[in-house]
């Protein structure tokens, strides 16, 4: 505990001190230091590497478990632990328990956190009770409820120092997203895409959980923080009322690209970056226009909210690819020039790669060649070329399009990649399925599903594989090598300078690879699926892999709900049907590391 | 797979011939083939010993995880996995799943079993939801579930072959324990000893599920089927009535020794032995008398039910101290002369060695030093000397009776010890254990608890710890060493050849210790507290050790049922608080291995 009590009293000083700047540096720093683990991708720029090497290529076939543990909660485990010295955090799916563990005693229970949420929420849950993790920053943990409390826990107590409500579960918003500590805000985003909620980013003030800004995804232009002016797509300024012109009537109001992804940052350009979920009903007949920002990628200042840039991917989207997938910050070769980029992998099936300063797009290719909805984007405007066959909307309400791919999970969700500097590639855990989508006329109740279509979801053609595990030139847009799983990749991977890449499968096998050929080094079966996200951390000298099991999220929405409709899920349930064959309910955390 | 279908069809063989002595024979020879575990105990003399020796004190340091299985299923997991072949059966408590797992392929579930059961089963449970484990034999599972449906499957498929009612839980009567197969039948009890329930043992036809015989603890010598003039207890015979003479007026009818501990088997003499638990109300004011057959060790010929002898350790019980722990069958050394010895270790704190051929009493000394409740055992009459101090009858109703030693859980409850024929000592699990203990008025009605006392537990005087693992001499009656534990050890134990001894604790350590000094030679924390029983097993040339973690039971009630008053769970939950702060809720299989 003495490392801990270190940074705790380091953090008093900083909160004393009360600036912005104090705060934001020390997290900073903390973000660099290998042995922690202090944020839930890693670090600001999200991606998911460790400049740790003690577990290398030549002996993570050694490794072995060091400890477990139990979080007696079932259902969908995403995210992953965080660790800040000789202390760990976890967390739970609904109730949304947190753990603090001595990483000196095996894991012992230093203190709990067990909120009380009406379990009314869960009905509103679209996929599963997940929720994707906690926050740390300045001595204090934050963590979103399932029912949208933003609640600031003292990090060496658990004692609650604020709470603050972000939504309404009454009308469908839900919390399962993680937050963002930055400078002296946590930014926060909001679930609920298939409820028609209208989704936004908000940042609290720390110290007392205020809010600093709060910025939409449409609506007006004071709502969506845009100067019309100066905030631009693709260069050019969004003119006046951006978030409501490419609507019709009032439609914008129900369902507007929630924001229940990942957040990242860039403290040198003082720009936090995330995307925004599907236009309100899956039923694109419903809502003419562009639906914008939908779909969309926003690059906003800390300080004020006001967007910089931002770039739609999906315009009026037909098949529910959200956008709100990871933003990997990395500098690197585009066509022969070095560049600060912005990389994602949409659920559209794309991988994008943007400058991150402009928002100028520089290479957009399918990252799985079952991608069929689409044959390209076109650079100048940024638009895909839709084919018509894959048309939902040109097909129209109550026909069932057939062969869609990617499936609405997409070629891949939440699940983070990891970019490793060293091999100058994105490793990306990725769905290879399909669907058929049938949209039909619904109305708006506020609280009820707003979903209006009916899906069915199985392999890409060709094979009996969901899934496959890639590694990704976002320089060329080109697969470097690609593994085949049986069932999508619903874990976040981890690359790290022993020159390892770590995942979870659904099946519940932690795996590394060669990050050069994508070769298994290691693999061991978990007690539970692994929808969470791998990391890794040192503690008294020796490095550690940390990661949660407990099958569930959307891809394991059957057994989590224990749902057997194929159509139900969202579609998803009948796609991974044999993956109870292979697995059941549970949240554990398994810990890694070599033998003494 | 190959050599499960070979057991599998040699098991048809055998019931198509339809034979006893065939039956008999097939599972008499798997019990003695250490690559299996094919009886939650090991062998019919449930001795928890096994002659593999690949783990040894050398290189069981070394042991790792080798796979994990979650169970879906949170509360206590008591009992442990079976191993027939290549496949491994493990059992979960309420609603009582069975999997079939297969060992080539990390535990992929080759069939599961999901039983609908009414959840009202649930309250009258009095110590947690647990199952105690299936049973195998003739290619059947059989398992005994929470409603007292004993379900026989076939082991290949899952498919329900047959299934019958053994109890009626709307009066209180409850599955709990494991079935034992012997000759062609399947043996199991009854629980709800808090609930004035009549215990039995009955023996099913394993063809069919028709019943053989049933033998009552009380009531008539019919019901009992005892012979007055042949049935002997300590050498003379019980006489007419001995299951009604020893009450007053019909309260032997509310409440008589349950049966929802184990069964051993001596195959030579064809006796089944097991204990009975407490008689109707744990108030002695209402029962005055010994209260047989109550708290009684049972012979029984397998083929009629007859009862060829019985011991009665704690007449006229005042404290719960159920006699229903693993009868021990070992062949040792007696005061110079090798005997057919059945050694039991009581609730009430005595190791009692007898000769299980004529029930002859040969050792009753105490195996913790704190029980107090009662000075020794007459040898001559069998019967404890009560301390009147800690006499709940002498103290009478309505006062708080301090201080007794043990509690009501016993100096051991039903987590099986181990012997070793190596070096001729038992390995016993135990509690550290005291209370309080205020009997009141209590009346009977059908499916409502009937206690009659409020007690609280707290640590044995002198220290802090609930626990101690020992080493027992059963010749003499003597602790050998003696390791104390913080909590109960709650988990069966197992001896093997390689010179260990392995045993679970509450916080989830699975821990091997020297069988001549205790000293620990290995511990790993499991997810979960383990109450459940170690065993080991040999597949593809490599042996394996598994346990079921998951706390639960009667000592970890508080945890598994959300209890906080310190004498909810019968008095348990207080003594037990701070196990919240190692572990929480989860049902998960850890095997181990040494490294390859």
Redesign the interface.
């Given at each position: 505990m003495q490392r801990f009590k270190l940074l705790a009293a380091l953090s008093a000083v900083a909160l004393t001190a009360s600036t912005a700047a104090l705060a934001n540096d020390g997290l900073l720093k903390m973000q660099q230091n290998a042995k922690d683990w202090v944020m839930p991708l890693g670090n600001y720029s999200s991606t998911r590497y460790s400049e740790l090497d003690q577990i290398n290529k030549g002996n993570v076939g050694?490794l072995?478990?060091a400890?477990?543990?139990?979080?007696?909660v079932?259902r969908g485990h995403e995210g992953g632990p965080l660790v800040v010295g000789d202390v760990m955090y976890i967390h739970t799916p609904f109730p949304n328990k947190v753990?603090a563990l001595d990483l000196n005693d095996?894991?012992?229970?230093i203190w709990?956190y067990e909120p009380r949420q009406d379990p009314n929420v869960i009905p509103v849950m679209c996929c599963d009770t997940v929720n994707r993790g906690v926050a740390y920053g300045d001595g204090t943990i934050f963590l979103h409820q399932a029912d949208t409390t933003l609640v600031a826990l003292d990090a060496a107590t658990g004692a609650v120092k604020w709470s603050k409500k972000n939504g309404d579960p009454g009308k469908g918003e839900t919390g399962t997203s993680a937050p963002l500590v930055a400078g002296d805000k946590v930014l926060i985003g909001i679930s609920g895409g298939e409820f028609g909620v209208q989704g936004h980013v908000t940042a609290y003030n720390m110290k007392d959980g205020s809010i600093a800004w709060r910025g939409y995804s449409v609506g007006s232009d004071e709502r969506l923080i845009v100067d019309p002016a100066k905030t631009t797509h693709l260069g050019k300024p969004v003119g006046k009322d951006s978030g409501t012109n490419t609507w019709e009537g009032d439609q914008w109001k129900l369902g507007g690209g929630t924001t229940w992804g990942w957040l990242s940052y860039d403290p040198d350009l003082n720009l936090v970056y995330y995307g925004s979920g599907n236009p309100g009903t899956w039923n694109p007949a419903q809502r003419p226009g562009d639906n914008r920002w939908s779909m969309t990628i926003f690059a906003r200042d800390l300080d004020t909210g006001m967007t910089k840039w931002l770039y739609q991917m999906t315009p009026h989207d037909e098949w529910d690819y959200d956008g709100v997938n990871e933003m990997i910050l990395a500098d690197i070769d585009v066509g022969g020039t070095k560049r600060k980029t912005l990389v994602h992998f949409d659920r559209n099936g794309f991988g994008y790669t943007l400058d991150r300063v402009t928002g100028e797009l520089l290479v957009a290719e399918k990252f799985d060649p079952a991608v069929n909805w689409a044959t390209h984007v076109d650079m100048k405007t940024g638009r895909p070329q839709v084919v018509s066959q894959y048309s939902t909307d040109q097909n129209g309400a109550d026909v069932n399009s057939e062969g869609i791919c990617p499936a609405a999970l997409g070629s891949k969700d939440q699940q983070p990649a990891s970019f490793s500097p060293k091999t100058g590639l994105f490793y990306v855990p990725t769905n290879h399925v399909c669907m058929d989508y049938e949209p039909f006329e619904v109305s708006y109740t506020a609280g009820q599903p707003y979903v209006g279509a009916t899906l069915s979801m199985y392999p890409a053609p060709g094979g009996t594989h969901l899934g496959n595990f890639i590694a990704w030139d976002a320089g060329t847009g080109k697969i470097k090598w690609s593994n085949p799983e049986p069932f999508s990749v619903w874990s976040g991977s981890l690359a790290t300078a022993g020159d390892v890449v770590f995942y979870g499968t659904l099946e519940?096998y932690l795996k590394a690879v060669d990050p050069d050929s994508g070769k298994e080094l290691f693999r061991?079966?978990?007690?539970?699926g692994i929808i969470g996200n791998v990391n890794t951390f040192e503690h008294g000298g020796k490095q550690y892999v940390g990661v949660l099991?407990g099958i569930g999220g959307w891809a394991g929405i059957g057994l989590a709900a224990g749902l057997t409709e194929d159509t139900a899920g969202l579609g998803a349930v009948g796609a991974y049907k044999a993956l109870?064959?292979?697995?059941?309910?549970?949240?554990?955390?398994?810990v890694f590391a070599l033998?003494d």
């Open positions: 050694d072995q478990v400890w477990t543990f139990s979080t007696g079932l753990f095996d894991g012992r229970i709990k519940g061991f079966k978990t007690p539970s099991s109870s064959s292979y697995t059941n309910l549970g949240g554990q955390l398994t033998p």
